[in-house]
Each structure stands twice: as structure tokens, then as C-alpha cells.
Nanobody
Framework: QVQLVESGGGLVQPGGSLRLACAASTRIFSSYVMGWYRQAPGKQRELVAVITSDGKTNYGDSVKGRFTISRDNAKNTVYLQMNSLKPEDTAVYYC????????WGQGTQVTVSS
């Protein structure tokens, strides 16, 4: 069992930035594929970004060029730097850890509004 705790969400104006963090309780964090997903009201959960154990990244089309995923294996933490935020980025953002099994955090709300 892996516990994931997200932080860093909040209210930001369009064009602003936020950095999300997800701390994982596991001794083998470096082996996990880590990802960020989001779910807006009335919509399905969608991929935002993933990062593999060797640092390869993949992004959803809607966030390419604006968001950056990174990981610090020494701190058991994955980050999501979000720049040039748009109102359509408003959603609950979930952290995911996967290695055979998949684990989810409780989510953190991001609201982009003026």
C-alpha cells in the first residue's frame, strides 16, 4: 500500500502559475511511474502528465508546453509545475503511483478564475 498526499492547489488568476507536489510513502519510490491526472465537474478523469522511473515524460495535449512534471527520488516527491493557467485547467488534480498496482491520492483542487 502506498499513501500519496498532494499539496499546492488553490485559486489562481488566468495566466498565473501553481506548483503541485505529491509525497509518497514508499521505500521504492524511484521504481514507480508517477503521474498527475485531473477531473473537472461532469467530465472524465484525464491524463495530465506522467514520468517514468528513468525520467521520461509524457503530457496530455491540452497542457503541452505549459506544464512540467518532475520528480525528486531523494524526497519521494513528484511535482507538477503549471504555468499560463487557463480557466479550463480548473479541476481536482490527482497524483498516481503505478508499478503493477495503481495508487491514488485524495486530490487537490485547482481553480483558475479572475
Amino acid at each position: 500500500q502506498v499513501q500519496l498526499v498532494e499539496s499546492g492547489g488553490g485559486l489562481v488568476q488566468p495566466g498565473g502559475s501553481l506548483r503541485l507536489a505529491c509525497a509518497a510513502s514508499t521505500r521504492i519510490f524511484s521504481s514507480y511511474v508517477m503521474g498527475w491526472y485531473r477531473q473537472a465537474p461532469g467530465k472524465q478523469r484525464e491524463l495530465v502528465a506522467v514520468i517514468t522511473s528513468d525520467g521520461k515524460t509524457n503530457y496530455g495535449d491540452s497542457v503541452k508546453g505549459r506544464f512540467t512534471i518532475s520528480r525528486d527520488n531523494a524526497k519521494n516527491t513528484v511535482y507538477l509545475q503549471m504555468n499560463s493557467l487557463k480557466p479550463e485547467d480548473t479541476a481536482v488534480y490527482y497524483c498516481n503511483a503505478q508499478i503493477v498496482l495503481s495508487f491514488w491520492g485524495q486530490g487537490t483542487q485547482v481553480t483558475v478564475s479572475s
